[in-house]
C-alpha cells in the first residue's frame, strides 16, 4: 500500500491573514414532495468542512507545490495530510480544485490558493 502523502515541509502552513474560509457541507438530505412541506432528515455524521486559504510562495516553492499536486496527489485525486488551518493538527484532506496562482506584489513571490476538503 502507498503512504499517504504530506504537505511538504517547504512549503507554508499557515494562510495569509483574511483568506481563510470554511464551511461544513450540508449533512441532511432534503426532499420537495409533490405537496406539503419539504421533508429534511440526518443523513451522515461523518460532515466534510471544504476549506480555502492562500499563501505566499517563492519560485522555487512554487514548483515544489506544482510537483506535489501533479506527482504526490496524482493531480489532486490523491488524499493527503496537512495541518488544519483552525487547530495547527495534520488531519486527511483533498484537493477540490488545481491551486490558483497569481502574481504577488514583490519579486519572486505569487500568491497561491487552495481548495481542499477536511475528510472525517
Known amino acids: 500500500?502507498?503512504?499517504t502523502p504530506v504537505w511538504p515541509a517547504?512549503?507554508?502552513?499557515?494562510?495569509l491573514a483574511g483568506s481563510f474560509k470554511a464551511k461544513d457541507q450540508d449533512g441532511a438530505i432534503r426532499f420537495q414532495p409533490e405537496r406539503g412541506e419539504?421533508?429534511?432528515r440526518p443523513g451522515s455524521t461523518?460532515?466534510?468542512?471544504?476549506?480555502?486559504?492562500?499563501?505566499?510562495?517563492?519560485?522555487?516553492q512554487?514548483?515544489?507545490l506544482n510537483a506535489f499536486y501533479r506527482e504526490a496527489t496524482a493531480?489532486?485525486?490523491?488524499?493527503?495530510?496537512?495541518?488544519d488551518p483552525r487547530t495547527g493538527?495534520?488531519?486527511?484532506?483533498?484537493?477540490?480544485?488545481?491551486?490558483?496562482i497569481e502574481?504577488?506584489?514583490g519579486p519572486d513571490l505569487y500568491r497561491v490558493t487552495l481548495s481542499l476538503m477536511r475528510l472525517p
Do not use: N
Open 103 to 105: 502574481d504577488a506584489s
Open 75 to 83: 493531480m489532486g485525486s490523491v488524499q493527503f495530510d496537512f495541518p
Open 10 to 15: 517547504s512549503l507554508p502552513t499557515y494562510v
Open 89 to 100: 493538527e495534520y488531519a486527511r484532506f483533498v484537493f477540490t480544485d488545481s491551486p490558483q
Open 1 to 3: 500500500m502507498t503512504p
Open 38 to 40: 419539504p421533508l429534511a
Open 46 to 60: 461523518a460532515v466534510m468542512t471544504i476549506m480555502s486559504g492562500a499563501f505566499l510562495v517563492t519560485s522555487d
Open 62 to 64: 512554487l514548483e515544489v
